[in-house]
Nanobody
Framework: VQLQACGGGLVQAGGSLRLSCAASGRDFNMRMMAWFRQAPGKERDFVAAITDNGGSTYYADSVKGRFTITRDNAKNTAYLQMNSLEPEDTAVYYC???????????????????WGQGTQVTVSS
């Protein structure tokens, strides 16, 4: 599956952004989807994940209560709604697709099979 992420930008602290990740291919609805982020000089960190049918979601502690991951399998698209943004959220955000049929969540990049190109999110103070 190929992924295309968009929706990043520059926003003031306290603001909101919605990222989208459009997928090509026929088995989007059989893959867990996730968002990771990478700040300059840092590792790529887990942000959120959602199971193939959208029934379960998982979040990093740093974004719980502020970010929401959803998906629309009819549109082959995953979303990340980000509210109450903080300067510490500044990073390149990547969407990722898990391996087909794997139902368990992973918080590590190596577990994901396909990656989008990344979209920059910058939060000013």
């Amino acid at each position: 599956v190929q992924l295309q992420a968009c929706g990043g930008g520059l926003v003031q602290a306290g603001g909101s952004l919605r990222l989208s990740c459009a997928a090509s291919g026929r088995d989007f609805n059989m893959r867990m989807m996730a968002w990771f982020r990478q700040a300059p000089g840092k590792e790529r960190d887990f942000v959120a994940a959602i199971t193939d049918n959208g029934g379960s979601t998982y979040y990093a502690d740093s974004v719980k209560g502020r970010f929401t991951i959803t998906r629309d399998n009819a549109k082959n698209t995953a979303y990340l709604q980000m509210n109450s943004l903080e300067p510490e959220d500044t990073a390149v955000y990547y969407c990722a697709a898990g391996r087909r049929g794997i139902a368990s969540v992973s918080y590590y990049p190596y577990a994901y099979e396909s990656w989008g190109q990344g979209t920059q999110v910058t939060v000013s103070s």
